[in-house]
């Protein structure tokens, strides 16, 4: 195995750990802080590190076809997908988000094959059915009686988070076509969400109730935010976009699917969230509809 090659695999392992812990750090600080103030909070920290590649960030809108797109996805990657998933994770489990997060990869090829032509067998699209099925039976699972599943609004508003997440993914597609500076365009969905979020907070706090809640608050929710800020933010985007530039997009995807079942692990051990039968049904189908899927497009390479 080349050097670069084991280096960009260590690299979207290092990410995929990151992430995995990432919904665990998010919902144990938000005992201490509201969504809002955490996700103000974490982009300000982001914004400040992406200070000094301003130039680079100005520079995406020096094309008159992508400014549109580059705005859209600014939105979309930060303070839309994000806002929704803190506000939809402090009422749902984690090992809910888990579960739901791993059909993402899987609704993005689907859709991919419609809008950019990429080919798709009708076994694949049976398998990305299956999934969505086991998906189905997670979101109702909290109509059905188990008050150990989150909300139904709450595993609802993940859904929402995920359709976002795949939006921003696919115009984040169309402009690396276009050549468009990626490490650029993460650096404004970080300031774009401190411009989105710090206006949102100012509304119901004054500038002293802000100040005062950040000095008492504990350490351990400071570490959390600054977790998801500097590693799970800057640095795990940065890491991933080296490892792109040497592995495929479809090893980097299948990369992907260790971050929910890292999550779950810890979301048992740490957060003492529990699993329930339907939660397995759920499970099976949608792990059933990734192997069909990954299997699939394994063939066809061979």
């Not at 130039?55 to 930060?78: C, D, M, N």
């Not at 008050?147 to 169309?174: M, P, T």
């Not at 935010?225 to 980097?252: D, N, W």
Request: one cysteine or more; proline letters at 4%.
């Amino acid at each position: 195995m080349r050097a670069a090659r084991l280096q960009a695999y260590i690299e979207i392992l290092i990410t995929v750990i990151i992430w995995g812990i990432a919904s665990i750090v998010i919902k144990l600080t938000l005992q201490g802080v509201t969504p809002v103030m955490f996700l103000s909070y974490r982009f300000f920290l982001s914004s400040i590190v992406a200070l000094p590649y301003l130039g680079r960030v100005i520079h995406l809108f020096k094309q008159p076809k992508t400014r549109i797109p580059v705005l859209a996805y600014s939105l979309l990657s930060g303070p839309i997908a994000l806002g929704i998933l803190f506000v939809g994770l402090s009422e749902t489990s984690v090992v809910n988000l888990a579960l739901l997060s791993a059909i993402e990869p899987l609704i993005l090829t689907l859709l991919a094959s419609r809008l950019f032509h990429d080919h798709l067998s009708k076994k694949a699209r049976i398998g990305v059915m299956v999934a969505v099925v086991g998906a189905v039976l997670t979101v109702i699972e909290p109509l059905l009686g188990h008050s150990d599943a989150g909300s139904f609004h709450g595993n609802i508003l993940v859904i929402f988070y995920i359709v976002s997440d795949i939006a921003g993914i696919l115009i984040l597609k169309k402009l690396m076509k276009k050549h468009v500076d990626a490490f650029a365009l993460t650096n404004l969905s970080f300031i774009t969400g401190f411009f989105v979020f710090v206006p949102l907070l100012l509304i119901n706090n004054t500038g002293a109730h802000i100040l005062g809640t950040l000095v008492n608050l504990s350490p351990w929710y400071h570490v959390g935010i600054f977790y998801m800020a500097l590693l799970s933010g800057t640095y795990a985007y940065t890491l991933r976009a080296k490892a792109q530039k040497t592995l495929p997009v479809s090893e980097v995807s299948l990369f992907s699917y260790l971050t929910p079942l890292i999550t779950t692990i810890l979301a048992l051990i740490f957060l003492n969230e529990t699993i329930s039968v339907l939660y397995v049904l759920g499970g099976i189908l949608i792990a059933s509809g990734v192997c069909i899927v990954e299997l699939k497009k394994m063939q066809l390479k061979t």
